[in-house]
């Protein structure tokens, strides 16, 4: 069966920083795009960020210079790399990858930003 295991979410305070990993169980994923989205209560799942897989990257205008997005291809890991949180970046962020057969989403991992 082929996962996605999200992990690294937590508290912290405003200003600080969390760094997501994403693990994949197949290669296969090495050779598509992988992508970051994040779902806050009450509103619709968003995407965040996203990588293909020769490294190319686009952000949501929400978090373009703060988040980074990359990738270890011999790991099949996705990292997210979150600085200078706010209050408005909590929520749960997921993994997710889409081949030409069906898409796979991780279990997701709680990020609260809050003092």
């Known amino acids: 069966q082929v996962q996605l295991v999200e992990s690294g979410g937590g508290l912290v305070q405003p200003g600080g920083s969390l760094r997501l990993s994403c693990g994949a169980s197949?290669?296969?994923?090495?050779?598509?795009?992988m992508r970051w989205y994040r779902q806050a209560p009450g509103k619709q799942r968003e995407l965040v960020a996203s990588i293909t897989s020769g490294g190319s990257t686009n952000y949501a205008d929400s978090v373009k210079g703060r988040f980074t997005i990359s990738r270890d291809n011999v790991k099949n890991t996705v990292y997210l790399q979150m600085n200078t949180l706010k209050p408005e970046d909590t929520a749960v962020y997921y993994c997710?990858?889409?081949?030409?057969?069906?898409?796979?989403w991780g279990q997701g991992t709680q990020v609260t930003v809050s003092s």
């Open positions: 997710n990858v889409e081949t030409p057969v069906r898409g796979y």
């Open positions: 197949s290669r296969i994923f090495s050779f598509y795009a």
